[in-house]
């Protein structure tokens, strides 16, 4: 006959790995509450258990004034992605026509696309470079 206790284990099965803690303070819970925040893992459970068995487990910590960096930045890498998508379709497109004439105009567009493409690159790079400025 099974016997059920209060924290989940039967007299047949006991499962000796659940545990279960409290932590009283409010302090101490809100600082946990953080720490588990800032670690990036992806449940509590797998944050404790990195903390009890020292396994090793990375810091997320957001620097809010990198924020406007890291909007620009992205906003150029999307920008080039756009580009470089268009250039691809121009590419293939270059190869499976066989007239000199629409060649051509193929080819001006990878022109103007590659001008727009190292544009963006050397706003990111004067982005970047402002930004390890401060």
């Known amino acids: 006959m099974k016997q059920h206790k209060p924290d989940g284990r039967c007299a047949t099965c006991p499962r000796w790995h659940r545990w279960h803690i409290r932590i009283p303070k ?5 600082k946990l509450i953080e720490l588990y925040r800032r670690s990036g893992a992806k449940t509590k ?8 068995l020292d396994e090793s487990f990375k810091v997320i910590i ?3 004034s990198a924020e406007e ?3 620009k930045l992205s906003s150029i890498t999307a920008r080039i992605q756009k580009i470089a998508i268009l250039y691809n379709q121009t590419v293939r497109a270059i190869n499976s026509y066989h007239s000199v004439k629409a060649a051509q105009v193929m080819l001006q567009r ?3 696309y ?3 493409i190292i ?3 050397q706003q990111a790079i004067e ?3 402002d930004y390890q400025k401060r």
């Open 110 to 112: 990878l022109e103007q």
């Open 69 to 71: 960096y890291y909007r």
């Open 62 to 64: 957001e620097d809010e």
């Open 26 to 30: 409010i302090e101490d819970q809100q």
């Open 114 to 116: 590659s001008q727009q």
């Open 119 to 121: 544009i963006l690159e």
């Open 45 to 52: 459970s797998d944050f404790l258990r990195a903390r009890l």
């Open 127 to 129: 982005l970047t470079l």
